[in-house]
């Protein structure tokens, strides 16, 4: 909520597929926070093409926008796209898990 509220604009990109999607969004009530959503496909991962598509609805370029990811793929799709990128790591409020910036390759 604190980022809606903030005015932050949030778009859903994600490698599910709409049904499985479906199945996560009837877990967890999230739909209403994103103004678009981008589901993966058959093709492989599209998240670069996502991201560049939804960044364009906004009128932004990539390079305006923040990607949170929870895979090292998602951080490589979304530095592709030149978007900034930060990687959310699962762990159930363990010390050391949450948002980090990834380091970048050498």
């Not at 991962?45 to 990607?67: C, M």
């Amino acid at each position: 909520d604190s980022l809606r509220d903030a005015g932050l604009r949030m778009s859903l990109v994600t490698g599910k597929g709409p049904r499985s999607l479906e199945i996560s969004f009837g877990l967890l009530p999230l739909r209403g926070y994103f103004e678009t959503i981008a589901t993966g496909g058959r093709h492989g991962n599209t998240k670069r093409a996502s991201i560049e598509l939804a960044t364009a609805g906004w009128g932004l370029a990539p390079s305006q926008v923040a990607y949170i990811g929870d895979t090292t793929s998602d951080i490589q799709q979304a530095r592709m796209a030149g978007a900034g990128a930060g990687e959310r790591r699962a762990g159930g409020g363990r010390p050391g898990c949450g948002l980090r910036q990834p380091s970048r390759p050498a």
